[in-house]
């Protein structure tokens, strides 16, 4: 099953920048079929979900894969409570890694801003492999917010610090009336950037 972004509410102000990162955070780059994206992991604010994305880019389980869906403020199913993201990364059940503990924002400081990395999940301890990159602020995905009936939020683990024009291109490719990217921008590869 592939986890989604849910809920119901509206949009509220923007939340703070994106906290400074230590030196000591692995970059991993996101090579696409329209481009690269380089994500900062931080491993120091999230150190379960940061290193349960690791653990799939280290295995190689992103090759292969692709962003399968984007969200706009036009999308049929977005109107309740409208967030801007691209999701992808989901990896085939028999290869899924065991769900990991939710890191809400409200303990770990990460906010959904622009260009914020998260996990996708369907419920509390519920994310594997699939992730979203914020396009814009999305607040109603922080812990509190309204886009999840629980209130509880996603678990924010880094940050987009290049290619977020791909990203963007990404979010603006055709796309169905269930938000399926027609067709899917395929993940060549994710892997670690030395130091």
Known sequence: MIPFILGLGLLTAFPPAFPVQGGDNPRVLVRTEMGDITIEVALGKAPVTAANFLRYVDAGLYDGTV?????TRSSPRNQAVPIEVIQGGQVAEDREFAAVPLERTNATGLMHIDAAVSMARSGPDTATSSFFIC???QPE???GGKRNADGQGFAVFGRVVAGMEVARRIHAS???NEEHLTPPVR???AARLSP
Request: charged share 20%; hydrophobic share 45%.
């Open 67 to 71: 962003f399968h869906r984007t969200v």
């Open 135 to 137: 396009v814009g602020g």
């Open 141 to 143: 995905l922080d812990f």
């Open 174 to 176: 055709p796309v169905d």
């Open 187 to 189: 993940i060549l590869s």
